[in-house]
């Protein structure tokens, strides 16, 4: 009968296809005998029943089948499976690590020992366990530094009951943790005992009667696995069976710097409470949450054709994708680059960049200097043009000084003369007037002589008055003589004065005309140097093209060289791109080259250079009556979450930010929104004319500065 209904499928199909293929059935196979196709009769009620049923059944058939394949698998569990058939185990969590500042807050008299284990307190209720011990001897109060990972120590204890294929649910796995998983390289974090003797950990079951056990980090929950006694060994009925391992947070427990100041619990030694100081000078780093579906399904196909060894671009890309270590992190996301020319080496072109950029720089900052000192230069020289012209006409005031004081000293001179000439004359006519009044005292006044009584003291009193005066005339002179004196010691000073003012004008000029000389030799000297930093660019780019041209030609020759770059990105905490540690890289070059089965040249790099940081500038209209700042950060939140994780050479597109964030007719995706307009503005020259941001095949957009702003409508009813 099955072979009649011809238009079925048994598989995709929904209600309305069934029930048309039974209302076409009935009206084929009972035309005669049935014609009620009323909407109310007793047999489309029943055709109604069976359609729902059998879509329905076509669900679970479609999910059941879909979850057959990896590349249409739902669920994490599903994809490992089939991801398991072609030999790859998803990748696991890794812990993030961090350096720990252990300091003693006093010494003491025993030795003291912190160990393995120990765990600290982060923030957000983030413990970490310490990878190392450290010990204090006696009195010793030293800074220890030692390596603690994020996460707990858990176990949990199972019996076995001796039947093949023996699988355990891991059942007390933390709340937001994850069991930290080998890695990529198989150095097992998980302990398991069986009955006290320690069993390995093997990536799927081994074939061959050995103790070993499977661990599936991305079941739901965890589960540890036991053979059949053809591949691993089955644990004997009864047997206690423990199983320890290490859970973190993943990405969650990259915790910050100076965050990590103490210990769950106190540190006690020999019953006392040991004072100890903790802090993380760095931020906690490598922590890596289980893989995503999207990534099993992107990698595991490549992992297979890889075969196990790195031959093509696509099984370095496949390997360097899904790599894990336990201790560092994982990568996220990375490339795989022939190079055959310098412009396809992002190492080369990243460092000739580096140069480029510093060669830039410096030119620009040598020529501000250049122009800086060339201003300075013009400012001495219009101060020295200033010092010259006070210069001149000091000297010619100094000379002028000079000369009034030669003719101020022959003056002096003059008076001092005059001076010496009156003080002799003066006491000439001293001496002849004691003699004159000496004769006519000396006269007889009586009758016969011929000068009278009257007459002679007549005569005195005008001789004793001449006297007087010539006295004061030599008091005078006396008192000009001391003046002169004192003049012609000023004189002198002024003389000295000035001879000292024309040696230390002398010494200014020539320090003035040095300066002159000396501001000229700068000039040409930065002249030159304008001149040779102008030929140290040109020289630059000249070698950075020679440089390109040299790469180019000894590596675009086929067989002359095989450069394979793998360009690689890790996650930060908020889930964006970041370029991975060093001891990232280095474990992953590691990891490629003990994989490589020809003669190629593998170098590892951090894309940085390939990162294209997307600048978007939102404008939300807002209802009015709801917060506009949470729907503005719910916006930006969904705009952060297309740019989270995105793949090489995808280019970003407004319709990609469109979506989940703009109202649509019969969908609302944020309450409150009216209307959304987006803009990508940068990087500037990037976008297209139609707003959407282009990478190449070897770069991928991520975040860049989000500008998210709003404006309130009121709501309109039609």
Known sequence: MATTITRVRYAGLDFNTHEDELLARLQVKFAATYNDFAVSSLGIMLVDIFSFGLDTLSFYLDRRATDNFLSTSRTLTSAARAARQLGYKPGTSSASSVDLELTLGQSYSFDITLPIGTQFRGPNGLIFE?????????GDVSTKTITASEGETVNIVFFSDGQENQVFEIGNVPADKFIVGPGTENASQVSVTVDGDAWDESEFLQFGATNQFELGYNDDPPTVSFGDSIAGNIPENGAEISVTYFATSGVAGEATANTITATVNPFIVLFQVIDLIVDNPQGASGGADPESLASIKANAPGFFRSRGVNVTL?????????????VLGSIAVARAINVRGSSDDAFLNARLTEIETASESFVTTTDAGVTSVTTELDTIDSS????????????????TIATEEVTA???????????????????????????LISTVNGYTVDAATT???????????????????????????????????????????IDANADTAEVRRSGIRADVDQVSASSGTARTAVVTLGSDISGIDNDISTSLSEIDDHVDGFLSSECQSNLIEVPVLTLDSEGFYVVPSNGLQQSLQRYLESAKEVTQVVRVVGASNLLVAADINVTVGILSGYNAATIRSQVEAEILDVLRGRRFD???RLSD???????????????????????????????DSDGNLPVSEYEVVTRGTITVTSVVVEETNF
């Open 130 to 138: 310490a990878q190392e011990s450290a010990t204090w001897l006696a």
């Open 314 to 326: 696509d099984d370095y890309k496949a390997r360097a994708q899904s790599f894990v270590d336990p």
């Open 384 to 399: 020295v043009a200033d010092a010259q012209v006070d210069d001149d006409a000091l000297a010619g005031d100094l000379t």
């Open 409 to 435: 000293r022959t003056s002096t001179e003059s008076i001092r003369t005059a001076a010496n000439v009156a003080t002799a004359n003066s006491s000439g006519v001293a001496t002849d007037l004691a003699s």
């Open 451 to 493: 000068i009278t009584t009257v007459d002679r003291d007549a005569l005195l009193n005008v001789i004793n008055r001449a006297s007087a005066q010539n006295t004061e005339v030599a008091t005078q002179t006396s008192a000009i003589s001391s003046d002169v004196t004192t003049i012609i010691s000023s004189l002198d000073e």
């Open 650 to 652: 995808a280019d970003l």
């Open 657 to 687: 930010l469109y979506a989940p964030v703009a109202p649509e007719p019969g969908r609302i995706t944020i309450s409150g929104v009216e209307w959304v307009n987006i803009k990508i503005v940068g990087p500037v020259g990037r976008v």
